[in-house]
């Protein structure tokens, strides 16, 4: 009895250990794609939340893609969070996928006056675009006689 419960035990180690080495992480390209929410979150008064969440929501591929920004982090299926370098005009931005904690893109802009927030909606668009593809061509031949 000792023998079969040992067998059983070690059989059953040894699967899951199977099951483990199969598992991945998703690629930056799959996290991208599945996502359609956003939450914005920001450590600077510099940059106020509201204003890169209308600058992201009037990129036309954010609109084309049928994508959302929400209030509730915790429905959100990615988090950009900008920081700002201390005594400089230096922002960083991250975008991560908040299940699984995997930062999918990065940059750092430079900005005076007021024009960062619409620099940084530009260059995640941009970053998405090159992940998921472009849908603007072809929603522009679809809308030709």
Same mark, same amino acid.
Do not use: D, E, Q, Y
């Given at each position: 009895?000792?023998?079969? !419960? =040992? =067998?059983?035990?070690? $059989? !059953?180690? $040894?699967s899951v250990g199977f099951a483990q080495q199969g598992s991945r992480l998703p690629d930056n390209k799959e996290l991208v794609t599945k996502a359609r929410s956003y939450y914005v979150e920001t450590d600077t008064f510099y940059m106020k939340r509201e204003a890169l969440e209308s600058s992201l929501l009037g990129q036309k591929e954010f609109k084309t893609w049928d994508l959302q920004v929400t209030e509730r982090k915790d429905l959100a299926d990615m988090v950009v969070r900008v920081k700002r370098i201390p005594f400089s005009n230096h922002f960083s931005y991250t975008v991560t996928d908040r299940e699984t904690d995997t930062i999918v893109m990065a940059g750092k802009v430079d900005s005076l006056a007021g024009t960062v927030y619409g620099r940084i909606a530009k260059e995640i668009v941009e970053k998405m675009v090159a992940l998921r593809g472009n849908p603007l061509p072809a929603q522009q031949e679809a809308q030709k006689p």
């Open positions: 009895m000792k023998r079969f !419960f =040992l =067998l059983t035990l070690i $059989s !059953f180690v $040894s």
